[in-house]
């Protein structure tokens, strides 16, 4: 079992930033990647960013590309997303995942889920 706990969500202004991050215990050693999504009221869950463990290597929706970065502290099992230039579309509750597979981009992939947290961001 794998075990994610989010932090770092809250209310910020448009334009302001936030960094979120996911602390993993567990069997980690398991996992291949790391994934934040998101779900807004009223709106699917959509993928935000995923990191593989062992390259660093990064995906990153269209809708974020430029503006948050994700990234990793292996000897931490932490990942964290950097939110910068937050607008109000951005505002969800946001989940940090584990998957053992290599189809990074959909929620079907990951088998482990943080309870989430809410990102507010006001206009």
């Known amino acids: 079992q794998v075990q994610l706990v989010e932090s770092g969500g809250g209310l910020v202004q448009a334009g302001g930033s936030l960094r979120l991050s996911c602390a993993a215990s567990?069997?980690?050693?398991?996992?291949?990647?790391m994934g934040w999504f998101r779900q807004a009221p009223g709106k699917e869950r959509e993928f935000v960013a995923s990191?593989?463990?062992?390259?660093?290597?990064?995906f990153y929706a269209d809708s974020v590309k430029g503006r948050f970065t994700i990234s990793r502290d292996n000897a931490k099992n932490t990942v964290y997303l950097q939110m910068n230039r937050l607008e109000p579309e951005d505002t969800a509750i946001y989940y940090c995942?584990?998957?053992?597979?290599?189809?990074?981009?959909?929620?079907?992939?990951?088998?482990?889920w943080g309870q989430g947290t809410q990102v507010t961001v006001s206009s």
């Open positions: 995942a584990a998957t053992d597979s290599t189809w990074l981009a959909s929620d079907t992939s990951y088998g482990y």
């Open positions: 567990g069997r980690t050693f398991r996992t291949y990647a």
């Open positions: 990191i593989i463990w062992s390259t660093a290597g990064t």
